[in-house]
Structures are given as structure tokens and as C-alpha cells.
């Protein structure tokens, strides 16, 4: 059976920092580029980052281009997502996906507020 | 950026009744490759989203018949040949051919 379970969200204030983990298996991790896409609470899904299968190559969108960083670990099988300088409108819950988007986790929900 | 404009943005629909949700983009989806790399997504309440159709017209492992997609270059539709209660929550088009990935703004699905 296909997982992404992902960890890491919390409250925090803005200008801080957090680290995402999405910990995959049932499937071939390290074939997939994978994603992070977000969802602002009552809104829309956004894309947010993708990474390549080797973590070679890394894309963003343009509001979290050189705050937000994508990477993976092919050997445990885990996507991250580092966060910096974080802003009230980065509150979302966080979804790791596989670029295709055939495969979702269950969401962590990162709030930034004073 | 690529631009899905999904309507209508809310469909009321009795058990048993067929809809139809349209996705118009702003640019063709064919790529390159020949490919269209045009996507449909349900988001049941308070779940992640799941794929129902990808690259236009093709069922994802798992997911009943009755859900169809169609379409080319820059309009496509995603119908449901007798809605059921499970089928209720956000239908998102999504596009996968230009960077960004994009997704439309969502559809609705909600008992008449």
C-alpha cells in the first residue's frame, strides 16, 4: 500500500522557520520527482515546489522562490520542505505529492501567526 | 502562468443524476510529446485529494466507470454518468504540461 505521511507542521511566528518531512513507501520513491502542494484554509490547491528523482534539479513557485527549499533523501525514502522567513499568508496545510499526482499524503497544517 | 478556469464553481445534483464539470485553460495542453498532460482530482471533505482521470481521458486504477474525461487543446470536461454520495466534495482540473503546475479553481459537488 502507497503512503506519504508527513510531519513537521505547527504553529509558528512569522519570520521563522520549519522543516517539513514526507516519509514514503509502497512504491519507488526514488523514481518519482515529488512535490509539495499547499492549501490555505477554505481555498484552492497551489503548487508549491518539485524536485527532480535524483534532487538534482528543483523549481518553485515565485512567492517562496529563495525562502522555501525542496530536497529528498532517496535512501530513507523522504521528501522535506525547509521553510524560512515564513509569512502569515504561507498558512496552509502542506501536501507531499508525487509530481504526477497519483499519490497524496494526509496534510500538516503550518499556521503562521504572532 | 497557465490559467484553469473550472465552471460552474458549485453543481447541486440528485443520486443518480449525470453532470458535467468544464476546465478551459488559457494556453493548449498539448505538449510537445504529443501528450496532454490535463489531470482530474476529487477532494472528498476533510481528505486529501485523490486522482480520478489523467492525461485527459484515462480512468486511474480504482476509480468507478461512471467518471469520464474528454477534451483537447484547451478545453476539457470531466462528467459523471449517475452521481452518488461518495462522489460529493471539490473536482480540481490540474495541468502538468507548463511549468508552473496549475490548478483550477475547483467545482462544487453538492446534493440537490
Known amino acids: 500500500e502507497v503512503q506519504l505521511v508527513e510531519s513537521g507542521g505547527v504553529l509558528v511566528q512569522p519570520g521563522r522557520s520549519m522543516k517539513l518531512s514526507c516519509a514514503a513507501s509502497g512504491f519507488t520513491f526514488s523514481s518519482f520527482p515529488m512535490a509539495w502542494v499547499r492549501q490555505a484554509p477554505t481555498k484552492g490547491l497551489e503548487w508549491v515546489a518539485t524536485?527532480?528523482?535524483?534532487?538534482?534539479?528543483?523549481y518553485y513557485r515565485d512567492s517562496v522562490k529563495g525562502r522555501f527549499t525542496i530536497s529528498r533523501d532517496n535512501a530513507k525514502s523522504t521528501l522535506y520542505l525547509q521553510m524560512d522567513s515564513l509569512r502569515s499568508e504561507d498558512t496552509a496545510t502542506y501536501y507531499c505529492?508525487?509530481?504526477?499526482?497519483?499519490?497524496w499524503g494526509q496534510g500538516t497544517l503550518v499556521t503562521v501567526s504572532s | 502562468d497557465v490559467v484553469l478556469t473550472q465552471t460552474p464553481p458549485t453543481l447541486s445534483a440528485t443520486i443518480g443524476q449525470s453532470v458535467s464539470i468544464s476546465c478551459r485553460s488559457s494556453?493548449?495542453?498539448?505538449?510537445?510529446?504529443?501528450?496532454?498532460?490535463l489531470h482530474w482530482l476529487l477532494q472528498r471533505p476533510g481528505q486529501s485529494p485523490q486522482l480520478l482521470i489523467y492525461l485527459v481521458s484515462r480512468l486511474e486504477s480504482g476509480v468507478p466507470n461512471r467518471f469520464s474525461g474528454s477534451g483537447s487543446g484547451t478545453d476539457f470536461t470531466l462528467k459523471i454518468s449517475g452521481v452518488e454520495a461518495e462522489d460529493l466534495g471539490v473536482y480540481y482540473c490540474?495541468?502538468?504540461?507548463?511549468?508552473?503546475?496549475?490548478f483550477g479553481g475547483g467545482t462544487k459537488l453538492e446534493l440537490k
Open positions: 494556453q493548449s495542453l498539448l505538449h510537445s510529446n504529443g501528450n496532454t498532460y
Open positions: 505529492t508525487t509530481d504526477y499526482p497519483a499519490y
Open positions: 490540474v495541468q502538468g504540461t507548463h511549468a508552473p503546475r496549475t
Open positions: 524536485i527532480s528523482t535524483s534532487g538534482g534539479s528543483t
